[in-house]
């Protein structure tokens, strides 16, 4: 039986649904599929779900500032290194696929092909551009990303990316050949995510429901909608509404703290990680209206945001800021503010909740959207494609 490994360094699997559903359609094509990502606790070394073989290895669950993030990368280079050595000899394996952030494993690929195997590089986020938004500035770690990404592009055989956008920004800096970049759109499992039965005891009463679904990091600019909250609530007058932050990441713990300083936690609840995606569903189907506020810059422009897809998949309306990505991907499902404050996103918001047909008929464009373009039951058969011709 072929086998493949797949790396992933900065979500345990199966949370990341992404990586996770590359795994089943690997399984499903007639491979032994193993992955080693972090573990959170309770940890486990070890664990098999859905006839994956899965291997976890200790990490810090969340990192603040620069230098947490060498060690957490010096610490993941450690584990993924022995325990993907261990399990190249052991299994004999010969196709490693490695997800990004961070791209530090080319070495990986390097023992992988010297090995007579095949590496593949599944390059999700662009690291550098990620590290500018989280920290504003070009500096030596910028740098040192950029030479990383350059020898994890040039040590791979194939390089997938989730748009064109992104695909072209790496390109014009790594000059490889053409034919080594493959875009797989982002996709959503329709058969796992789609609209579900409202759970009436979530909605506590209220008349309305927001969500956020996503990782709740710095950069991605969770606070925005904090602010968003306290707007609506103590300038506009509306109160009939909850919120809820569904994920975790480094800047939750300091989001829980501004909810309670500023009195909102009768409006915001945070959920931490939906794991399953029935809890996806039943969260996503009872809400009004789904959000993200993740401001533009280098980053967020050429990126295909997970949760935008996630919420078409229920068939929810969409607000969020005009990214230029993001645009591209929501079309008539998303309702746009025209200025990036969380006045400006208070506004939208309320404008459409008020609009109960324009909400369901968005909702509904978006779904069909994802059926059409974004469906994982279509787009797996260009991945898969990827691994047939190794």
Known sequence: MKRCLIVVENLP?????????????????????????????????KEEKEGIKLYHFPSPQYT????????????????????????????RIRVLQVCN???????????????????????????PEMYLARFGRKDFFYWVLRIFEYFTVTTAEKVIYPNNRQKEAVR?????????????????????????????????????????????????RVDILVDMVEILVKKKGFQDFLLYIMGDGDAREELEVMVKERGLKDYIYFTGWLDKEEDIRKYLSTC?????????????????????????????????????VAQELLESAGSFPTAFTPSALA????????????????????????????????????????????
């Open 172 to 220: 014009k800096r790594t000059f490889p050949s053409r034919d080594k970049f493959v875009v797989v759109p982002t996709s959503v499992e329709t058969q796992r995510i789609y609209p579900d039965k409202p759970v009436s005891y979530l909605r506590k009463g209220r008349k309305y429901v927001l969500g956020y679904l996503g990782v709740i990091n710095p950069q991605d």
């Open 101 to 127: 952030p961070p791209e530090i494993f080319f070495p990986l690929g390097w023992m992988v092909r010297l090995m007579g195997g095949h590496f593949i590089f599944d390059h999700h986020d662009l690291s």
């Open 13 to 45: 699997l199966p949370k990341d649904k992404k990586v996770w559903w590359e795994a089943l359609a690997l399984k499903g094509a007639g491979w032994e599929v193993f992955t080693v990502s972090p573990g959170y606790a309770p940890f486990r070394w």
């Open 64 to 91: 603040r500032g620069r230098l947490i993030y060498l060690w957490e990368y010096v610490n993941a280079f450690f584990w993924i290194f022995l325990l993907s050595f261990y399990l190249i000899l052991k299994e």
């Open 288 to 324: 009004d209206l789904c959000l993200d506020s993740m401001l533009p810059n280098p980053y967020s422009d050429l990126s295909t945001l997970n949760k935008l897809l996630l919420y078409m998949a229920v068939g929810k309306p969409v607000v969020c800021f005009p990214l230029k």
């Open 347 to 390: 506004e939208e918001v309320l404008n459409l909740l008020r609009e109960e047909d324009k909400r369901r008929k968005m909702g509904e464009k978006g779904r069909e959207r994802v059926l059409k373009e974004f469906d994982w039951k279509k787009n797996k058969e260009k991945y898969i494609k990827i691994f047939s011709e190794l």
